[in-house]
């Protein structure tokens, strides 16, 4: 069985993931389409679509009317918009974007002068007499973009260049309180039938499936009388599927209709298949059979807020504040005011946003209708995410790479590839707004591919630039050096010889001219070099002048510099001669005489010092200190002995130095042995008085055996030392007198 006759047979496909919602769809159905007013003012941006927005045609000021454009273009991907109604342009100025990112964008605001004044109308098309790219342009001028939420130029889809298997028609709807597609199919099913017919005439399928969940009977009963009536059951079936959400996303719908997957990077027509969805479908019917561009829409107004839900058809740019206040949402228990449904749609900081051609409902719940927000917990990778993503993705990778901003990561783990559903969002136990982080994210990684296509571009010029810099450079010597043979080649023709030749042939002989004089005469050459010779030798001996010794003698002052430097070394004979007389120094026998002398009297001051302190320390110290007044003394003997042995040896040097002394140093040894008599005198006294104390004390004492006999030691030394002392000073005294 072929595939056509599978899919006429009634069969199916399914796919991975998805969820079941509440659907909260027929509070909002039971009510007609009504038309909302025209509002006060409109707000009409100039991009609500894929691509680029279109070049301003109008101004400040204008008076425009219903169906009048306001942007032009002449590509497919820039999809003009029009005015709603007529009026006036009040300005045109940068307004918060009704989308997730918020960022503001171009907008014309339009005074609406009530009037509702239209251009002249326009007689309807005979579309199977029109070409599919006349067709292309028409749909392309009435504004038409996907309707169903994506906003792709809706003309862009429709070529031929491929062959088409499938038309396939969205009416699914998933999206749970969203009922704008469900209503427009029970009312107006005939037109959308022609809207059908006339895709079909442009992309000739071989068979159209319209795809709508088995949750609206009436509209799929609508439909399939609308295609009895015209008589198109063969070409033209209607496929209830199971509702699951998302059926309306546009792989998921076709790959439940036709078993077919486009895999990534592909677009449904290289698998031979276009979907448009059921809204867009009625607006091609309005574009080419009733000649109206794009200026309205139909928007499901629903959740307990509004006294009524319904659907309204309203004009394009009407500010969601107008809807909200003339169909009486009570503003003041809405939880929040949600543009598109619980799943997809994302909340409105404030209402002064406006209506566009991909808004297809507003919902104003109450506290009740929907999970209380809640601060995000931390992601906890429990993976309920990855099961019901209908893409295959991985929301949590996504998740942290877009609160990193990752670019690259973003585009290794697929994000462009998100349909934006919010099932993950739906299942997330930790409430974190996947979905609003994954539109945010795309906003990023759509500028950063286009800086890097800018880049790329700028590259390419560059590069383009330089190769045609170095082909006009080729050319240009190329042209020069054909001209230059063309000339050669006339000259050649005109004189009968080849003027190059020629004038090699005079350069080599007036060379040869030069080199060799003929008949003995000095040729031109060799007279210009005797004259640069003759002006070069004239010029040196001009400097030779310039700086020759003049002849006058000058004055021989030899005989003065001979004298002078005899007198220089005379005084110096002289100075050396004086300077190696004996000078004394610091070691000399007399300074040693004189050392040696205040030696002893510092020993004398210390022996008398050591005396006095004895018999004050004697009474306070111990048993065992009673010697040490003996040991003073013998100290006092020992320094006295040292002293007149000093004395002794600085006495005998004496002599040998007197003879180099000077006159005052004279005296000096005489007074030295004064000196050192008197010390020894007074050693004498000291050691005597010592001998004394210490036998007093002895007497006092007599319990301390032990130490008696020192003192009596140290007399008989002090008396010894003393008797050495005298004999020196005596032998002093006569070397003194001698
Ligand atoms: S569902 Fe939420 S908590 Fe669980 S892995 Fe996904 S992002 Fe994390
Ligand atoms: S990652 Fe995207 S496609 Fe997947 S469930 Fe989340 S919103 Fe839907």
Request: include cysteine.
């Amino acid at each position: 069985m072929s595939l056509i006759e599978q899919i006429k047979n009634g069969k199916l496909w399914r796919y991975l993931g998805g969820v079941h919602p509440k659907e909260n769809k027929t509070q909002s159905t039971s009510l007609a389409i009504t038309t909302a007013s025209i509002p006060k003012h409109l707000i009409i941006p100039v991009k609500q679509h894929i691509g680029q927005g279109g070049q301003v045609i109008v101004a400040s000021g204008d008076r425009v009317l219903k169906g009048q454009p306001l942007t032009a273009s002449d590509s497919f991907m820039t999809v003009p918009v029009h005015a709603p109604t007529s009026g006036t342009i009040e300005h045109i100025a940068q307004y918060p974007s009704t989308h997730p990112s918020v960022t503001p964008a171009i907008a014309i605001k339009l005074v609406c002068d009530q009037e509702d004044q239209a251009i002249p109308p326009q007689p309807a098309l005979d579309y199977k007499q029109l070409s599919t790219s006349e067709l292309q342009q028409h749909i392309s001028q009435a504004g038409v973009a996907g309707m169903g939420g994506a906003g792709f130029p809706t003309a862009v889809k429709l070529n031929d260049r491929q062959p088409i298997e499938f038309l396939l028609i969205n009416a699914a709807e998933c999206e749970p309180y969203i009922t704008s597609d469900d209503v427009l199919m029970r009312e107006r099913a005939d037109d959308i039938i022609q809207g059908i017919e006339i895709l079909r005439h442009m992309i000739k399928p071989t068979l159209c499936v319209i795809g709508i969940e088995d949750n609206k009977p009436d509209a799929a009963q609508a439909l399939e009388t609308a295609i009895k009536t015209l008589n198109l059951s063969d070409d033209i079936i209607v496929r209830k599927v199971p509702t699951k959400y998302p059926n309306g996303g546009e792989k998921q719908l076709i790959q439940m209709l036709t078993g077919k997957e486009i895999s990534k990077g592909q677009i449904p027509a290289q698998s031979g298949i276009v979907m448009q969805n059921v809204g867009t479908v009625y607006a091609v019917k309005q574009a080419i059979i009733d000649r109206q561009p794009l200026l309205s829409r139909i928007v499901t107004l629903t959740g307990k807020a509004f006294p009524q839900p319904r659907n309204v058809q309203a004009l394009i740019g009407t500010p969601i504040s107008a809807l909200l206040s003339e169909f009486e949402c009570d503003e003041t228990k809405a939880a929040a005011i949600i543009y598109g449904g619980p799943m997809m749609g994302f909340t409105l900081p404030h209402t002064q946003f406006s209506l566009t051609k991909t808004g297809n409902c507003i919902l104003t719940p109450v506290k009740d209708e929907i999970p209380q927000v809640r601060e995000a917990d931390a992601c906890i990778r429990c993976g309920e995410c990855s099961e019901v993503c209908p893409v295959d993705l991985l929301p949590q990778q996504l998740h942290w790479y877009s609160q990193a901003k990752d670019v690259k990561k973003l585009n290794d783990y697929n994000l462009m590839d998100c349909i934006e559903c919010g099932a993950c969002s739906y299942v997330c136990p930790s409430q974190i707004p996947l979905v609003h982080q994954y539109r945010i994210a795309k906003v990023e990684v759509r500028a950063n591919d286009a800086e890097l296509a800018a880049a790329a571009i700028a590259k390419e010029r560059f590069e383009k630039r330089n190769e045609r810099l170095a082909l006009e450079k080729a050319q240009r010597e190329q042209r020069q050096k054909e001209a230059a043979e063309k000339r050669r080649a006339a000259a050649t023709a005109t004189t009968g010889e080849d003027p190059v030749k020629a004038a090699m042939d005079r350069i080599k002989k007036s060379k040869a001219a030069e080199q060799t004089p003929a008949n003995g005469q000095v040729s031109k050459g060799s007279a210009v070099a005797d004259a640069i010779a003759r002006a070069k030798a004239k010029k040196a001996a001009a400097a030779s002048t310039d700086t020759a010794v003049p002849d006058t003698p000058l004055p021989n002052n030899a005989a003065v510099i001979a004298e002078r430097k005899a007198r220089k070394a005379a005084a110096k004979a002289k100075r050396e001669a004086e300077g190696s007389e004996p000078v004394p120094t610091a070691t000399s026998p007399a300074i040693e005489a004189k050392k040696a002398a205040v030696a002893e009297a510092i020993a004398r001051a210390k022996a008398k010092k050591a005396a006095a302190q004895s018999p004050q320390s004697e009474t306070t110290e111990t048993a065992t200190d009673t010697s040490a007044p003996a040991i003073d003394a013998k100290k006092a003997a020992v320094a006295a002995a040292i002293a007149r042995a000093k004395a002794k040896k600085a006495a005998a040097q004496s002599p040998q130095s007197e003879a180099t002394e000077t006159a005052t140093d004279t005296p000096a040894p005489a007074i030295d042995v004064k000196k050192a008599a008197v010390a020894a005198a007074i050693a004498r006294a000291k050691a005597k008085k010592a001998a004394v104390k210490e036998t007093q004390s002895t007497q006092e004492k007599t319990t301390e055996v032990a130490d008696s006999a020192a003192p009596a030691v140290d007399n008989k030394k002090a008396a010894i030392a003393a008797a050495i002392a005298k004999a020196k000073a005596k032998k002093l005294a006569q070397l003194g007198d001698k």
